[in-house]
């Protein structure tokens, strides 16, 4: 099924959430890597960097399914009590907005975990997490704005 015109309007929204998010901070973080101002490495081990990392990778991963997965579908039950068409597509964009910012927690912390650590590398891995999980959920969208076109459908037959 081809996206309508509020299909693509809310897949924009997705993606300018999703990507944009951890592009700027992805670029602030870069800029404070190779400015005069970059962050000083901390004295922490490799291990215990690693264990940071992976630590925050796991909280990223964790918001990110509280997000998509949980507030998703709570979001979701509400849907068939919205009354008229445009007010559905709005909150469609909100929905899907919400799931973008879940995409991009994993930045969030990797900008965090650089300003503590001084570590670009691993910061960058943080990074790369929310560009997969904003390519996943990109790829996960068609089904998804399938579903809520067709609660629309049905809703305008209603009536």
């Given at each position: 099924?081809?996206l309508s015109?509020?299909g693509?309007?809310?897949?924009m929204?997705?993606?300018v959430?999703a990507?944009g998010?951890?592009t700027?901070?992805l670029?602030?973080?870069?800029?404070?890597r190779?400015?005069?101002w970059?962050v000083?490495?901390?004295?922490?081990?490799?291990?215990?960097l690693?264990l940071?990392?992976?630590?925050?990778?796991a909280?990223?991963l964790?918001?990110?399914?509280?997000f998509?997965?949980y507030l998703?579908?709570?979001?979701?039950?509400l849907?068939?009590y919205?009354?008229?068409?445009?007010?559905?597509?709005?909150?469609a964009?909100?929905?899907f907005?919400?799931?973008?910012?879940g995409?991009?927690?994993?930045?969030?912390?990797?900008?965090?975990?650089?300003?503590?650590?001084?570590d670009?590398g691993r910061?960058?891995?943080?990074?790369?997490?929310?560009?997969?999980l904003?390519a996943?959920?990109?790829?996960r969208f068609?089904?998804?704005?399938?579903d809520?076109?067709d609660?629309?459908?049905?809703k305008q037959?209603?009536k």
């Amino acid at each position: 099924m081809a996206l309508s015109a509020e299909g693509k309007r809310v897949f924009m929204r997705l993606c300018v959430i999703a990507l944009g998010i951890p592009t700027a901070l992805l670029a602030f973080c870069a800029v404070l890597r190779f400015s005069p101002w970059a962050v000083e490495r901390t004295e922490a081990t490799a291990g215990t960097l690693n264990l940071a990392a992976g630590c925050l990778a796991a909280g990223g991963l964790s918001a990110w399914a509280f997000f998509s997965l949980y507030l998703y579908r709570r979001l979701w039950k509400l849907f068939p009590y919205i009354g008229d068409r445009e007010k559905g597509w709005s909150y469609a964009e909100g929905v899907f907005g919400l799931t973008g910012v879940g995409t991009s927690m994993s930045s969030v912390l990797g900008l965090f975990y650089y300003l503590f650590s001084g570590d670009f590398g691993r910061a960058a891995l943080l990074f790369a997490i929310s560009y997969a999980l904003a390519a996943l959920e990109a790829g996960r969208f068609p089904s998804r704005i399938d579903d809520v076109e067709d609660a629309l459908a049905d809703k305008q037959a209603e009536k």
